[in-house]
């Protein structure tokens, strides 16, 4: 099968099997407080990831890249709703495009679309040193993804069998591009000991790419005859991998993302630790449903209502966010429990 017809292939699927709501934001409540002191028109959404400075949390997740026009207008779309709505943007896995450069254009775009913004150039980890700095180079990229996805690989029959050496190309990456290295899942949740083993390693970012969203294990299994149905529950809950990575280091800068959906999970995302929130099924839907005009309002609607949210648990900043009290019960409070993470 033709990397392209896989690109489509994965923006079909992930639609049609939509996002799932098993990411254990609603394990988590927020306590009302009837003397919160705010006021929303002090509410600043500005936000620190690391060395990173976002105008607001929400960044749009890597998606798409390279598999001609079609892919090529996604991306231009998405760029055009991350400039005018000052959110970061990750670009899909390029390395389409450094195997064949016809397949360049659909990732520069990004860049020609939105000239000053933040945008995250991405790889799986089998990529070389040269292969990153060519990645970056391509899009004048501001940070790097590197992408771990071991059940989608095993889940694919075309995919990886191997995972031996990821961590040390990550490293070797990481001491050459001089820009930050973003470590992210794409649906399965980084674990306490994969951060443990990251940040031990010198990583300071990390993206939980969590489970209870966008399932690629289902997408995957949608492109072969005999399902690996096992993998489609496998994987860490998004609020419960957001607390296992933070409990590794608090150093760690960490993104949410898998399975984001509103505003609400936002601000329990940052709430639990997070530093920014990513969100890529819902925002690809709300565009190829409703249009580039709809997902810019859709993401503004989102960040004036992150505000109420903020005025409401009595904080005027993503930092001070992240101290509110919080309720956690149900699957997630058994999971923390059980990995004696508190
Ligand atoms: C993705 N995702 C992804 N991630 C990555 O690091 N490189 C990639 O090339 C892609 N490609 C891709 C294509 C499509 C169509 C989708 C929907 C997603 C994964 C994505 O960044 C994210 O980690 C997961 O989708 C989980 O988040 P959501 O979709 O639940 O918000």
Avoid at 69 to 74: M, N
Avoid at 145 to 162: W, Y
Avoid at 172 to 181: L, S, T, W
Avoid at 244 to 255: D, Y
């Amino acid at each position: 099968m033709s990397r392209s017809k896989r690109k489509w292939d994965h923006i079909q699927y992930a639609l049609e099997t939509g996002q799932k709501r098993l990411t254990g934001f609603d394990d988590i409540k927020f306590v009302n407080q009837s003397l919160p002191g705010s006021n929303l028109d002090s509410v600043k959404l500005e936000t620190k990831i690391g060395e990173l400075s976002l105008s607001s949390p929400i960044l749009i997740n890597a998606m798409t890249g390279g598999g001609g026009e079609r892919t090529y207008r996604i991306n231009r779309e998405l760029a055009i709703a991350a400039r005018e709505t000052g959110s970061a943007i990750a670009v899909g896995s390029q390395m389409a495009a450094l195997k064949d450069p016809a397949e360049r254009r659909s990732y520069e775009v990004v860049r020609e679309m939105n000239p000053e913004g933040i945008i995250l150039a991405n790889l799986g980890s089998e990529a070389t040193t040269g292969q990153a700095k060519a990645a970056i180079d391509m899009i004048q990229a501001d940070g790097l993804q590197i992408h771990l996805n071991v059940v989608q690989e095993l889940t694919m029959p075309e995919g990886d069998r191997s995972f031996a050496g990821a961590l040390k190309r990550i490293i070797e990456i990481q001491q050459i591009v001089g820009i930050p290295v973003i470590v992210k899942e794409v649906g399965f949740g980084i674990s306490a000991e994969t951060a443990d083993a990251l940040v031990s390693a010198g990583i300071r970012y990390v993206d939980v790419g969590g489970f209870g969203g966008t399932n690629f294990a289902e997408i995957e299994n949608k492109r072969r005859d005999r399902l690996l149905t096992f993998f489609e529950d496998w994987g860490i809950p998004t609020a419960a991998s957001i607390i296992e990575t933070k409990s590794a280091s608090q150093e760690l800068s960490v993104i949410a993302s898998g399975g984001m959906q509103s505003s609400l999970d936002i601000v329990k995302a940052l709430a639990t630790g997070a530093d920014g929130a990513a969100m890529a099924g819902y925002l690809l839907k709300t565009l190829m449903e409703n249009g580039t005009e709809e997902l810019i309002q859709e993401i503004q609607m989102m960040k004036n209502e992150i505000a109420v949210i903020m005025t409401a648990v009595g904080v005027h900043t993503i930092e001070e966010l992240k101290s509110v009290p919080l309720v956690i019960s149900g699957d997630t409070h058994h999971w923390l429990d059980q990995r004696g993470i508190d």
